[in-house]
């Protein structure tokens, strides 16, 4: 058990709905990643939150939006969803960051995963 | 564009084998290179490269990093069907006042009996 926590596993819903994920980091983690892994594909790096701010951006989609809570538990909000949205999405989480010092610890931790069909 | 990629994309070995996972990779602002691996589900940690020439070994696992030729290489000896999985490669970049990871498509390494 990685300490990451993704709810729900799987999702199923209809083109055009709309879906919030939810992520909640390690304990003491500041960073939360998004990334998506479609069929066969990579994974694709989505969004970066740090201490609740938006700190680096991926292939992320317009119709796509994340944030980082006050209590370091992250949403991704995908709407007017397609049927190629369909994938699994991970979050990561990751401890240490110092900006300016140059200290960084990008070893990332995974939740398991969530995921969404759209059909 | 931040790019790895991983080689070979599959492999199939017997048990006893011992395989090399390929990483290379062009990216700016490198600052660490991670191997992970990913079976049914959620990618695990296996290890992080910072500095050249620095083997990380884990049990039968081992990984090193050129930095100067920009590749990597994760080595598993006496393979067991337990390393059964895709291995991921990632990268770590500074973007300015933040860190992204960008990962390789993964390699699928299946050991048979």
């Known amino acids: 058990d990685s300490g990451v926590t993704q709810t729900p596993k799987h999702l199923i819903t209809a083109t055009g709905q709309r879906v919030t994920l939810r992520c909640s980091p390690r304990s003491g983690d500041l960073s939360v990643y998004w990334y998506q892994q479609s069929l066969d594909q990579g994974l694709q790096f989505l969004i970066q939150?740090?201490?609740?701010?938006?700190?680096a951006k991926g292939n992320i989609l317009e119709r796509f939006s994340a944030q980082q809570f006050p209590d370091l538990h992250s949403e991704l909000n995908l709407s007017s969803l397609e049927l190629g949205d369909s994938a699994l999405y991970f979050c990561?989480?990751?401890?240490?960051?110092?900006?300016?010092?140059?200290?960084?610890?990008?070893?990332?931790?995974f939740g398991q995963g969530t995921r969404l069909t759209v059909v | 564009e931040d790019k790895v990629v991983q080689s070979p994309l599959s492999l199939v070995v017997h048990e006893g084998d011992t395989v090399t996972l390929n990483c290379s990779y062009e990216?700016?602002?490198?600052?660490?290179l991670l191997w992970y691996k990913q079976e049914k589900k959620a990618p695990t940690f296996l290890f992080m490269l910072t500095s050249s020439g620095i083997e990380k070994k884990s049990g039968r696992l081992s990984s090193i990093l050129d930095k100067k030729e920009l590749f990597s290489i994760l080595n598993i000896t006496a393979t067991q069907t337990g390393d059964s999985a895709v291995y991921l490669c990632a990268v770590a970049v500074n973007t300015g006042t933040a860190s992204k990871l960008t990962f390789g498509t993964g390699t699928r390494l299946q050991v048979t009996l």
């Open positions: 990216v700016t602002n490198f600052r660490s």
């Open positions: 990561a989480s990751s401890a240490t960051y110092a900006p300016g010092t140059g200290s960084l610890n990008t070893e990332a931790f």
């Open positions: 939150y740090y201490n609740g701010e938006e700190r």
